[in-house]
């Protein structure tokens, strides 16, 4: 068990690698299409897009891989179908909803409440990519459960190489209608990228269901509440998620609208949000790939010895993943502090980017423990504590970012994710 757990995060480690790499390439090859207000716009169009991708799939995923990985520890497979079957009827239920509400009150979002038209386009092209991508997360739960994870690796660099393909050969043909509609047609090679990697999803899932074809009869499935096992994993987490997904709007409606504020231009403000979320934090979270695979798979294998009470065997893993992770990050950490202005100049050839690398690199051992814990914490069972943390540390930043950022523009920006990271 413990050589196979190796073994699946090292593929996941190394897809996610090549994953990260490839997105902060295609990233600089983006900015340099549309530049930092138009990253500042795409950042905007996903705050609403997020809130309504968390409707559709928040704690599905999760729900599947502890419940599919419970009932295949003791051999039954027809059970963890049944599961299956009935959180893809919920999932799918959800995602449509968000679907069709993201289309038809795009206009409102759009002009009401991000207070920008030119995201109106933008909202409609993501609608269509929901239902999919509740698909394609109810299926990626599966495989993570049965530790076949080069399926779900495989997806995922799928979708990142189908989504190059569809933003390059088409961005040219938007460009010359304005910023709205280059922005658009990267927001196009997204929803069709995940239209390509749910089918593709779907087809491994087929030929991996064949295997079972007569270990499914309906009178070995195990008896249980179904519905009740799925509410008591995935409503804490969706609840959870829903709270600190609108909160996050509204800190994404709230940090443009305050370094305008301040002083800043609208597209200046942009501009400075574009380079924050759209340059420095995914340069950031780039190192996390060796550890955001370790707390992907900790899931099904705390959640398994937790069923079985091998109590020891949940401590032993506990202790070693926050000793690899304290380690790792802290290294990491001190790598972007000493070579800050090379990355920002060598990546995006901006000096700005490299300050905000200097002031954000040493929080990235809170950062990165924070997400492993939470990876631990919810295969233990434990959401409810998750949940009623993650909602206080996001209604401080709302506070902070309201106060903070017509004051000190930028510089209060930093401050927040600074405090707020330090508090978690």
Not at 33 to 39: D, I, R, T
Not at 250 to 268: F, T, V
Request: aromatic content about 10%; overall charge positive; charged content about 15%.
């Amino acid at each position: 068990m413990k050589k196979k757990l190796l073994v699946n995060a090292l593929i996941l480690t190394v897809s996610s690698l090549v994953l990260r790499t490839i997105g902060i390439s295609f990233n600089v090859y983006i900015s340099n299409k549309v530049g930092a207000e138009g990253l500042g716009l795409f950042q905007l169009i996903f705050s609403i897009y997020t809130f309504a991708l968390t409707f559709a799939t928040s704690g599905i995923s999760l729900a599947v891989t502890r419940l599919v990985a419970e009932e295949k520890a003791i051999g039954s497979h027809a059970s963890a179908k049944n599961i299956l079957r009935k959180i893809f009827a919920l999932s799918l239920a959800l995602s449509l909803t968000a679907c069709f509400v993201l289309f038809f009150f795009a206009d409102f979002f759009g002009a009401k409440l991000l207070n920008d038209s030119r995201t109106i386009l933008g909202l409609k092209l993501l609608a269509p990519s929901l239902p999919f991508i509740g698909i394609s997360s109810c299926l990626r739960g599966y495989f993570n459960a049965l530790r076949k994870v080069v399926r779900p690796a495989s997806a995922q660099i799928l979708e990142q190489i189908a989504e190059i393909f569809f933003v390059v050969n088409i961005i040219n043909y938007f460009m010359p209608e304005g910023l709205e509609y280059a922005v658009a047609a990267v927001i196009l090679g997204i929803t069709m990228s995940e239209i390509v990697s749910c089918v593709y999803m779907y087809l491994l899932y087929y030929f991996e269901e064949r295997k079972y074809k007569n270990q499914s009869s309906v009178k070995n499935i195990r008896q249980r509440s179904v519905l009740k096992s799925i509410l008591n994993i995935s409503l804490p987490i969706a609840v959870s998620s829903y709270i600190r997904s609108a909160l996050k709007t509204i800190e994404n409606i709230l940090i443009p609208a305050g370094l305008k504020k301040y002083g800043s231009s609208n597209k200046a403000s942009l501009e400075q949000y574009g380079m924050l979320t759209g340059m420095a934090l995914p340069i950031i979270n780039f190192p996390s790939v060796f550890l955001s695979s370790f707390s992907a798979l900790l899931v099904p294998e705390i959640a398994e010895a937790n069923a079985r009470r091998h109590k020891k065997r949940v401590n032993y893993t506990i202790s070693r993943v926050f000793q690899l992770t304290s380690l790792l990050s802290i290294y990491i950490a001190g790598i972007i502090v000493l070579f800050s202005a090379e990355l920002g100049i060598a990546i995006y050839n901006n000096k700005e980017v490299s300050t905000m690398l200097r002031l954000l690199a040493p929080l990235i051992p809170l950062m990165y423990l924070d997400n492993v814990a939470d990876g631990m914490l919810k295969g233990l069972d434990q959401q409810m504590r998750t949940m009623t943390y993650n909602i206080i540390i996001s209604i401080l930043r709302v506070a902070m970012i309201y106060y903070l950022i017509p004051a000190k523009g930028v510089t209060g920006l930093i401050i927040v994710i600074i405090v707020s990271n330090v508090v978690d």
